[in-house]
């Protein structure tokens, strides 16, 4: 399974939502605390850019010692419509300051000295330290993850039903038969949520033989997982 350092920089890095919380303050609307724009940098740092008038540029360049103590915190949704339909959480702790001359007019970018973060997801909850969480590296299929969700559910849920055939008799009984979708997909395998109403839910996991390093390698693992369900 991907490690935790590795979920919350896969999380810092793809379109799911972002906000910075700033201690102590309040009264912001929310869309005025979100980037327009992050990454991250060598040294494990994230960019955050924003409107030269936004909250936290301003909160950044009043703060005493030049550093302000925030929390990023990212909120992943599900890009197809299924029942509990975020998937996890993340919170990344540190320092805030400016970096001015980098934007162009109108904007500021910021930096975000980690310190620490928390991930609670499909896989769990975990602890990331500032060193794990430089070192990660997103996962391969993470900017391709959306586009085949989506076209998975759209085209292909005749043989996401299919799959049931995998999970053996004894899942027979819990598994909700009305609706079913694709819910998370990484390197190491494929998550479908299969549910009968937002009380009834059953996850299971399709793992590939090995981990998936590119889109043609993703190809080819789900044309075999299909191909199994209906042998």
């Known amino acids: ?27 912001h609307q929310p869309g005025a605390l979100s980037p327009e724009g992050r990454a991250v940098g060598p040294d494990g740092e994230v960019f955050l850019l924003f409107p030269a008038d936004a909250p936290p540029v301003r909160a950044a360049t009043h703060a005493q010692d030049d550093e302000l103590p925030v ?26 300051t400016c970096v001015p001359g980098v934007a162009e007019p109108g904007r500021m970018m910021l930096r975000l000295e980690v310190g620490s973060a928390t991930v609670d997801d499909l896989w769990g909850s975990g602890e990331v330290d500032a060193e794990d969480f430089a070192a990660a590296v997103p996962d391969p299929l993470h900017a391709h993850e959306t586009e085949v969700l989506q076209h998975l559910h759209a085209a292909h849920g005749d043989r996401l039903r299919d799959l049931d055939a995998l999970l053996g008799d004894h899942a027979a009984g819990l598994l909700p038969r009305r609706d079913v979708a694709p819910l998370a997909l990484d390197r190491f395998g494929l998550r ?40």
């Not at 896969?10 to 972002?18: D, E, I």
């Not at 549910?195 to 889109?215: K, L, N, T, Y």
Request: one cysteine or more.
């Open 1 to 27: 399974m991907p490690s935790a350092a590795e979920r919350t920089r896969t999380l810092v890095q793809s379109t799911c939502s972002a906000v910075v919380l700033i201690p102590g303050a309040a009264g």
């Open 71 to 96: 929390v990023l915190e990212l909120t992943d949704v599900a890009p197809v419509s299924v029942p509990h339909r975020i998937r996890g959480r993340a919170w990344v702790s540190g320092w805030l």
């Open 192 to 231: 479908v949520r299969f549910s009968a109403g937002p009380h009834h839910c059953f996850d299971a996991r399709f793992d590939f033989p090995e981990p998936v390093r590119d889109i043609s390698g993703l190809r080819r693992e789900l044309h075999r997982l299909f191909e199994a369900a209906r042998a």
